[in-house]
T-cell receptor, first 113, second 109 residues
């Protein structure tokens, strides 16, 4: 079955450490997104990509980096510059990236040790 | 004022009742509107797109009020399985959806 796979489900980061969250989709979607969800807040866009080898910053890109070397993959790195990384991270995709239904992965809960 | 606002709830509703909640948006140029359902610590799943003419899917009805800039979701004959957080999402500018913080719904037996 087609879908989006995020891993790991739970991730712990030490101070000063970079960690990478994986997101893979086999839906043949062009657009992929990374969101952060904090308790009591709406989803906030970190980065998005509409095509391979291209991506744009969302509202809260500072302290994060992404790559889009393959259509299927859109990994997110949480760098040591992100001082408050504890959150639920959601990866999503859509067919083309405009006004369309989003398909989400099951999320990664990142916590700081 | 937030771009998209929802009453966080929780709405405690007896099974079988009808419940409705709204989502207000600030950008009058918004074109696309969606309701998503999210269970605790799971991913959001699309419940309904909201069209200008309104739309209905079984027990769920979504409406758009452009004049007052809100969308609504009505659930009839509520089931225990309807307990979840309902997120609204609005597209005011091209590629980026703006999300409400969600309304928590608890259906009680």
């Amino acid at each position: 079955d087609g879908g989006i796979t995020q891993s790991p489900k739970y991730l712990f980061r030490k101070e000063g450490q970079n960690v990478t969250l994986s997101c893979e989709q086999n839906l043949n979607h062009d657009a992929m997104y990374w969101y952060r969800q904090d308790p009591g807040q709406g989803l906030r866009l970190i980065y998005y990509s509409q095509i391979v080898n291209d991506f744009q910053k969302g509202d809260i890109a500072e302290g994060y980096s992404v790559s889009r070397e393959k259509k299927e993959s859109f990994p997110l790195t949480v760098t040591s510059a992100q001082k408050n990384p504890t959150a639920f991270y959601l990866c999503a995709s859509s067919i083309q990236g405009t006004n369309e239904k989003l398909f989400f992965g099951s999320g990664t809960q990142l916590s700081v040790l | 004022r937030k771009e998209v606002e929802q009453d966080p709830g929780p709405f405690n509703v007896p099974e079988g009742a009808t419940v409705a909640f709204n989502c207000t948006y600030s950008n009058s140029a918004s074109q696309s509107f969606f309701w998503y359902r999210q269970d605790c610590r799971k991913e959001p799943k699309l419940l309904m797109s909201v069209y200008s003419s309104g739309n209905e899917d079984g027990r769920f009805t979504a409406q758009l009020n452009r004049a007052s800039q809100y969308i609504s979701l009505l659930i009839r004959d509520s089931k225990l399985s309807d307990s979840a957080t309902y997120l609204c999402a609005v597209n005011p500018r091209g590629y980026q959806l703006i999300w409400g913080a969600g309304t928590k719904l608890i259906i009680k037996p």
